[in-house]
T-cell receptor
Framework: DQQVKQNSPSLSVQEGRISILNCDYTNSMFDYFLWYKKYPAEGPTFLISISSIKDKNEDGRFTVFLNKSAKHLSLHIVPSQPGDSAVYFCAASPAVTGNQFYFGTGTSLTVIP | ETGVTQTPRHLVMGMTNKKSLKCEQHLGHNAMYWYKQSAKKPLELMFVYNFKEQTENNSVPSRFSPECPNSSHLFLHLHTLQPEDSALYLC??????????????FGPGTRLLVL
């Protein structure tokens, strides 16, 4: 059973607008979350993280929001740029078990110029 | 991130073949990981090595055999694979896999097709 779900396989956004990618999880023991970005023919690259002691983390155009009660996190990209077109994966880890992450299936973002 | 390299990038093999995937990290990390990504499925962790010792084997069939001769190199030996083993195999590394809250850095992957 998937513990991390990204229910939108794809998303299209106009350049300059906000992109919102969503991720839901089921395991209440998860306390550390990552977002990765993947271009075709490349491995996933780390984008941004958030610990469960926070509800928001910001890095430039990227902000991750965590709603622990809803077991939901989201990645906001603003303003969106064509170079942001990629597949985005969220991953979650129960830190007590070391470094084992559970990944979602990814959301393919297309930013239209 | 170009600190993790994988060879070959593409591999086609028959079910009776034996082949090996190679991963090398140049980041000075002590933990290395093998993941499998099948179409429409999330990344699945296969094996974890910390300081050259295997610490995780997520019920992976014995036709997959990992080897970690040192903290910089990781191999995945393949033999008598099945067509359903066709997938993208990703290697990753992190500073110390015994700790939580660590970012893992991925290689570009090996696209494997089993005929």
């Amino acid at each position: 059973d998937q513990q991390v779900k990204q229910n939108s396989p794809s998303l299209s956004v106009q350049e300059g607008r906000i992109s919102i990618l969503n991720c839901d999880y089921t395991n209440s023991m998860f306390d550390y979350f990552l977002w990765y970005k993947k271009y075709p023919a490349e491995g996933p690259t780390f984008l941004i993280s958030i610990s469960s002691i926070k509800d928001k983390n910001e890095d430039g155009r990227f902000t991750v929001f965590l709603n622990k009660s809803a077991k939901h996190l989201s990645l906001h990209i603003v303003p969106s740029q064509p170079g942001d077109s990629a597949v985005y994966f969220c991953a979650a880890s129960p830190a007590v078990t070391g470094n084992q992450f559970y990944f979602g299936t990814g959301t393919s973002l297309t930013v239209i110029p | 991130e170009t600190g993790v390299t994988q060879t070959p990038r593409h591999l086609v093999m028959g079910m009776t073949n034996k082949k090996s995937l190679k991963c090398e990290q140049h980041l000075g990390h002590n933990a290395m990981y093998w993941y499998k990504q099948s179409a429409k499925k999330p990344l699945e962790l296969m094996f974890v090595y910390n300081f050259k010792e295997q610490t995780e084997n997520n019920s992976v069939p014995s036709r997959f055999s990992p080897e970690c001769p040192n903290s910089s190199h990781l191999f995945l030996h393949l033999h008598t694979l099945q067509p359903e083993d066709s997938a993208l195999y990703l290697c990753a590394s992190s500073q110390d896999g015994r700790r939580g809250r660590e970012t893992q850095y991925f290689g570009p992957g090996t696209r494997l097709l089993v005929l």
